[in-house]
């Protein structure tokens, strides 16, 4: 019986000593500080402060404007790649709002949200490659801004996929390479 | 001199060694058992947080990726909780008066931060690392289940060592294309993950990395 109660009493006490090494004093990213006022282990970055390698230097890349002017070519070479990229982190960062047409119905919409101009507006379908880089850098109105989210190359991708979006709304089965006719055409249907 | 033991003693002797063998292995099965509960690895067991954050409506319900919130995961072994800014880039605008959502428009306000629980959580002297794993096909439904049907957060798996074992040592099992790492309630093409597997694994180049050093460095 004294047997079976000590293996009992081994077995409380060693589960209950596990917290030795599994909490080590160290920090783990977005941990609770007592060090800190903030009581952040995740220190903000000081304003002005450059990591090697990422000054933004580049203006017309960093910034999507020239004198206060927004670009009209973009500044990136555009590839196939790009655009695929570009599609990607549309789908995941403007589609909820945009809608993945652009034209501005997305579900948060649909749930209360301000309804966006559509892409396919006169106005945004002229506007500079630039602009867009801008709304998404600082935001617009009711849109608040995406730079936290999204890196300036992945922006510049985004850029370019809208254009495809634009471009896409004018499109006819004329666009379509003859090799790749048969895979978009309805069974049975005509275009 | 008269025997000191009956000679029914022999039969007690040789049971008390097969009694006492019982008992240090049971002994040694409930702490294995112990060990495996939920009490222990906090699977499943649903935490209080001081939003009632909804994975079940924001990602089932709104279809909101989980990168427009957990920016880093592709490229970073850290999967963050996203800043209380990204939750205003809707609530801003969407349920504006409810109190429910007061804590994050107060942080907002402030700059304090929101102080989420932390639903999962190795033992510190375990290396854990996300992209590797969405790099080589291991989809997030993989280790963290149904996302989309919690309405509020839980641990699906054990994160037992013998858990991340049991894929490590057979990734076939459970790799899917990289396309599909997001999508929650994928299912192989004809159901056959042995052809698939065999296949991106080969494609992937995907080692089994069972080594101690690999978790723990």
Not at chain 1, 15 to 34: N, W
Not at chain 1, 80 to 106: M, W
Not at chain 1, 156 to 173: D, E, K, M, P
Not at chain 2, 122 to 150: A, W
Request: overall charge positive; glycine content about 8%.
């Amino acid at each position: 019986m004294s047997r079976a109660a000590g293996l009992l009493l081994l077995a409380l006490v060693s589960v209950g000593c596990r917290q030795d090494m599994h909490d080590q004093p160290k920090y783990s990213p977005l941990e609770k500080s007592g060090f800190f006022a903030d009581r952040r282990a995740s220190r903000p970055i000081p304003a002005g402060s450059v990591a090697r390698g990422l000054l933004k230097d580049d203006t017309r890349f960093h910034t999507g404007m020239v004198n206060n002017r927004p670009i009209t070519e973009m500044p990136v070479p555009v590839t196939a790649e790009l655009l695929k990229r570009g599609q990607e982190r549309f789908n995941i960062y403007c589609v909820p709002c945009h809608d993945a047409t652009g034209s501005g119905e997305g579900m948060i919409v649909r749930r209360g949200m301000k309804r966006p101009t559509s892409y396919h507006t006169e106005r945004l379908r002229t506007a500079p490659v630039g602009y867009f880089y801008d709304v998404i850098t600082n935001g617009y109105g009711a849109m608040y801004d995406y730079s936290a989210q999204i890196e300036p190359a992945d922006r510049w991708a985004i850029v370019a996929y809208i254009r495809v979006l634009q471009r896409a709304q004018s499109g006819t089965i004329n666009d379509v390479p003859p090799d790749q006719v048969s895979s978009i055409k309805p069974a049975g249907g005509s275009l | 001199m008269a025997q000191v033991f009956h000679y029914s003693t022999n039969t007690l002797a040789r049971a008390s060694v097969v009694i006492a063998l019982v008992l240090v292995g049971g002994g040694l099965w409930i702490l294995l058992a112990i060990g495996r509960t939920s009490y222990i690895t906090q699977q499943e067991v649903v935490r209080e947080q001081p939003v009632p954050f909804s994975h079940s409506h924001h990602v089932g319900g709104l279809g909101i990726d989980c990168r427009y919130c957990h920016t880093s995961v592709e490229n970073a072994a850290f999967a963050n909780v996203p800043p209380t800014k990204t939750c205003m880039n809707c609530h801003s605008q969407i349920w504006t008066g409810a109190p429910m959502l007061e804590p994050v428009r107060s942080s907002f306000r402030t700059g304090e931060s929101l102080e989420w629980t932390r639903v999962h959580d190795l033992p510190d002297y375990v290396y854990f690392n996300h992209s590797i794993h969405l790099k080589k096909g291991v989809g997030c439904e993989t280790c963290h289940g149904r996302v989309d049907q919690m309405p509020l957060m839980f641990q699906q798996n054990s994160l037992l060592m013998e858990w991340c074992l049991d894929c490590h040592r057979n990734p076939q099992q459970y790799v899917r294309p990289r396309e599909e790492l997001f999508t929650m309630g994928y299912k192989p093409p004809n159901g056959n993950q042995a052809a698939l597997g065999e296949k991106l694994v080969a494609d992937y180049k995907i080692q089994s990395l069972t080594s101690c050093s690999v978790c723990h460095r």
